[in-house]
């Protein structure tokens, strides 16, 4: 018990094998747990250049990324792989901290089913 006393959260978030996407309010990505990037065949490190359109496409309509995040809770996204192809994943609830500054999102990758379904 006093192990988990001495834990902060981003540990945690880095250890669990759910895809964890941290989403800053302009679209910058600031976390990503090794779980999302391996869903997107990148490093954790890599996620981190990249910005919420490059991922998700564009907010077209004036939401700000972490709106738009909430959004699509219990929704299925496309995102965008790596290689090129499209990984379909069911969005989380977004857990959003520091007055709206930043958002916490988990997703459930439904690739395979998605496409034994298509079939």
């Known amino acids: 018990m006093t192990l ?4 902060t ?4 978030l880095e250890w669990m094998d759910v895809p964890v996407l941290g ?10 747990n ?4 391996d869903m997107l065949g990148h490093t954790p490190e890599l996620v981190l250049t990249l910005t919420y359109p490059e991922i998700f496409g ?20 496309q995102l965008a792989h790596l290689d090129g192809t499209a990984v379909q994943a069911k969005v989380g609830g977004t857990l959003v901290v520091a007055e709206d500054e930043l958002a916490l999102t988990s997703f459930d990758d439904i690739t395979e089913q ?6």
């Open 4 to 7: 988990l006393h001495g834990l």
């Open 9 to 12: 959260a981003l540990p945690v």
């Open 23 to 32: 989403l800053a309010r302009d679209g910058t990505i600031v976390f990503a």
């Open 34 to 37: 090794w779980a999302f990037a």
């Open 58 to 77: 564009p907010v077209t309509d004036g939401r700000s990324p972490i709106a738009a995040m909430q959004d699509n809770a219990d929704h299925v996204v």
């Open 114 to 119: 998605f496409w034994v379904e298509e079939l």
